[in-house]
């Protein structure tokens, strides 16, 4: 599976509940874990983290997972949506691991905005 279907997968299975949680299923995490062990490895991330901003160190997995929805969502070309997911995967799943699994969040436009992108994919496949 390309990393595209996968992360394709991962927006579709991190389940957003009503009272404000996601839930990282494990389908969710071992995408996360796959990704993250190989974008550990690029030049981008590397680069990166020499000049990580400070709000990542407070930021919980959901507000992370959130910015990387954002940032596909409001990439203005493919390139900055694939750097943004090289990026954040990794910091994504150091989070899950040191949240086990399951944080809250503050819903956001970025969140509705995916909502709605994945809504419409998912009408589009069943026509």
């Known amino acids: 599976m390309s990393d595209k279907d996968m992360i394709i997968e991962l927006l579709g299975i991190a389940e957003v509940a009503e009272d404000g949680t996601v839930d990282f299923t ?65 910091i994504l799943w150091k989070k899950i691991q040191e949240e086990e699994g399951k944080v809250y969040f503050r819903k956001t436009a970025a969140v509705g905005k995916t909502e709605s992108i994945l809504n419409q994919m998912g009408e589009v496949l069943e026509s």
Do not use: G, N
Not at 33 to 45: G, N, S
Not at 81 to 89: N, V
């Open 26 to 90: 494990d389908r969710a995490k071992e995408i996360i874990m796959d990704l993250a062990e190989k974008y550990r490895k690029t030049p981008i991330y590397e680069q990166a983290k020499k000049e990580t901003p400070e709000w990542v160190d407070t930021a919980t997995a959901a507000e992370i997972y959130i910015q990387m929805c954002d940032r596909i969502v409001e990439a203005p070309t493919i390139t900055h949506m694939i750097f943004s997911t090289k990026i954040l995967i990794p």
